[in-house]
């Protein structure tokens, strides 16, 4: 049965990236399928252990999540942290990925940067306790940005190891299903999980630099749109947004090389609902002097009322707590059961 699993970190701003690669897919996927959306804070403190406003961010992560319209009734909502079995789980993991494999990720080189002597071993290990958020609960489908995908390939070679390791522990047992790799089938303990990355905006760009990504650590507030954004800031930022003097082309390959009317396209035909195709054939030949405008009462008429909802909800700190704790007890049933048996799997004596 599928199962949809996404996670997002507690730190910096929530962004328009954010919200169209991710946050909105949750949200349409809800309706047909069971869904855990975590807000995983465990994986914050790789980079930053010392973290003030971990808890508040914590928070203000779920009240987006409750402010587009995630049901914590019908689906689970919860911080990492509380369910244990993501450390347990992860350090198996750390026993079945291989070194080689992590330092290949393109996100640790990035994050890692210069100095990776330096850097946090939990940032190195940050794929594997990635691996275990999704196989705790053996999702089969995560919804990600463009940027998330060498993880979830990861995630299916950790399967993938482990499944192959223990093979016969897994039969001797019978506690495996039938997965398909390729055309073979196989029996394994975990699925080999599959990226949703669709649409048209999968890798949304920095509004000052189309060939940077929009990121909560970019220090020019300018360079993207945050969930918490007013209306009267949401459209400074479009008016300001880095463009090139041309008019917008009558077809989409005229937008090669344009990194910048090709991301605001993007946008555009992300929050509209529309294909890219159907953005250039509305828009083609127009200055950005009207694409501009238009753009931004799209984004304002979308993005300003989840704004305020967050703020209604987040202000009740009670409320947002109580969802994460029932959330948390929910997962920690499921996670317990997968790990029961891979104790078993591994030999690890138990209760
Ligand atoms: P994080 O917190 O960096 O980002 C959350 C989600 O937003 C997507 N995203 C973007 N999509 C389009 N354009 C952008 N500019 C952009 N920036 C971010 C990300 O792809 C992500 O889907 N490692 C994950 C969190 C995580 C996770 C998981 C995700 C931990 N465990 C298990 C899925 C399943 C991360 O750092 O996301």
């Not at 730190?11 to 949750?26: E, Q, V």
């Not at 047909?32 to 465990?42: N, T």
């Not at 055309?183 to 949304?204: D, S, Y």
Request: aromatic share 6%.
């Amino acid at each position: 049965k599928p199962l949809v699993f996404s996670g997002v970190q507690p730190t910096g701003n929530l962004h328009l990236g954010n919200y169209l690669g991710a946050i909105r897919k949750f949200v349409s996927l809800q309706n047909e399928h069971d869904c855990i959306y975590c807000v995983v804070d465990m994986h914050s403190i790789t980079a930053q252990l010392v973290h003030e406003d971990l808890a508040s961010q914590t928070r203000s992560i779920t009240a987006a999540y409750l402010a587009c319209g995630i049901d914590p009734t019908k689906h689970i909502v919860f911080n990492q942290s509380r369910v244990m079995q993501h450390a347990e789980l992860a350090w198996i993991f750390n026993c079945v990925a291989r070194i080689g494999w992590m330092n290949r990720m393109t996100q640790f080189k990035d994050k890692a940067g210069k100095d990776r002597e330096n850097a946090s071993l939990g940032l190195l290990a940050y794929p594997s306790l990635m691996a275990a958020d999704i196989l705790l609960y053996r999702a089969t489908h995560v919804p990600v940005g463009d940027d998330q995908k060498q993880h979830i390939e990861l995630t299916r070679d950790i399967a993938i190891k482990f499944n192959n390791d223990f093979s016969h522990r897994i039969a001797d047992l019978g506690i495996g299903v039938e997965l398909m790799m390729g055309e073979e089938k196989v029996n394994g303990f975990f699925p080999l999980t599959e990226p949703m990355i669709e649409g048209p905006a999968t890798r949304v760009m920095s509004l000052r630099d189309g060939s940077k990504k929009m990121s909560k650590s970019d220090p020019s507030d300018l360079s993207r749109i945050n969930l918490t954004d007013d209306a009267d800031t949401i459209s400074k930022k479009i008016r300001k947004a880095r463009t090139d003097p041309e008019a917008l082309p009558s077809e989409l390959a005229g937008l090669k090389d344009r990194p910048e009317a090709d991301n605001l396209i993007g946008i555009y035909a992300a929050l509209s609902d529309q294909t890219r195709e159907a953005v250039i054939t509305e828009y083609g030949g127009q200055q950005f002097s009207v694409f501009k405008p238009a753009l931004a009462d799209l984004a304002v008429e979308k993005l300003a009322p989840i704004a305020s909802e967050m703020r209604r909800i987040q202000a009740d700190t009670a409320y947002v707590d109580a969802v994460l704790k029932d959330g948390g007890e929910r997962a920690r049933t499921i996670a317990e059961g997968t790990m029961k048996q891979v104790r078993q799997i591994i030999g690890f004596l138990q209760d």
